[in-house]
């Protein structure tokens, strides 16, 4: 069965205290991986695609890398606006373009 | 650019009443389109995709159901809600390959 597990489920930081969250999955099939964020209330904002080992993205504050069985949002110095639900999501093809989703990491920086 | 609407943002209806969420998408042609569903602390759910005007698959059995009668219009219906159909509902579409876009999705409480 496909799996998607994020951790911890929820971090609180101090502004400007760096960490990583971890995504890691057990899936067949895998065309890529996507990082999200969502505020309450809203839907997932698109951060970053990852497609194979190796790989890395950055935006601002956030920096993802992905290996063959996880991936890492690592976020340097981060602000309280920075504060969300972070997901991940692994693409596979199941006949059709699937996304699965793991269950969040809930970033809260405090000032 | 691409956008997606979502509406109503917030909706509350009785037990046994009928539902109709609409979701249309602007700037491309004939994409992907999902409806999700996402439990308080749980991941996003997929409920119904589809890849084309008329064609539409489900993912898990409900109460729920979708049609597509345009290329950009995506519906999700109920003839008679449930307590159990509560939740979060979220419509996203992509291209193939391509990372899914979120709506701001339809809080949806069943009294």
């Known amino acids: 069965e496909d799996q998607v597990t994020q951790s911890p489920e929820a971090l609180r930081l101090q502004e400007g205290e760096s960490s990583s969250l971890n995504c890691s999955y057990t899936?067949?099939?895998?065309?890529?991986l996507f990082w999200y964020r969502q505020d309450p209330g809203k839907g997932p904002e698109f951060l970053f695609t990852?497609?194979?080992a190796g790989e890395e993205k950055e935006k601002e504050r956030l920096k993802a890398t992905i290996t063959k069985k996880e991936s890492f949002l690592h976020i340097t110095a981060p602000k309280p606006e920075d504060s969300a639900t972070y997901l991940c999501a692994v693409l596979l093809l199941r006949g059709f373009q699937k996304l699965v989703f793991g269950t969040g990491t809930r970033l809260l920086v405090s000032p | 650019s691409q956008t997606i609407h979502q509406w109503p943002a917030t909706l509350v209806q009785p037990v046994g009443s009928p539902l109709s969420l609409e979701c249309t998408v602007e700037?491309?042609?004939?994409?992907?389109l999902y409806w999700y569903r996402q439990a308080a602390g749980r991941g996003l759910q997929l409920l119904f995709y589809?890849?084309?005007?008329?064609?539409i698959s489900s993912e898990v059995p409900q109460n729920l159901s979708a049609s597509r009668p345009q290329d950009r219009q995506f519906i999700l219906s109920s003839k008679k809600l449930l307590l159990s159909d509560s939740g979060f509902y979220l419509c996203?579409?992509?291209?193939?390959?391509?990372?899914?876009?979120f709506g701001d999705g339809t809080r949806l409480s069943i009294l």
């Open positions: 996203a579409w992509s291209l193939i390959n391509q990372p899914q876009h």
């Open positions: 700037g491309t042609s004939n994409p992907n």
């Open positions: 990852l497609y194979s």
């Open positions: 589809s890849v084309g005007i008329g064609q």
């Open positions: 899936v067949s099939g895998l065309r890529g």
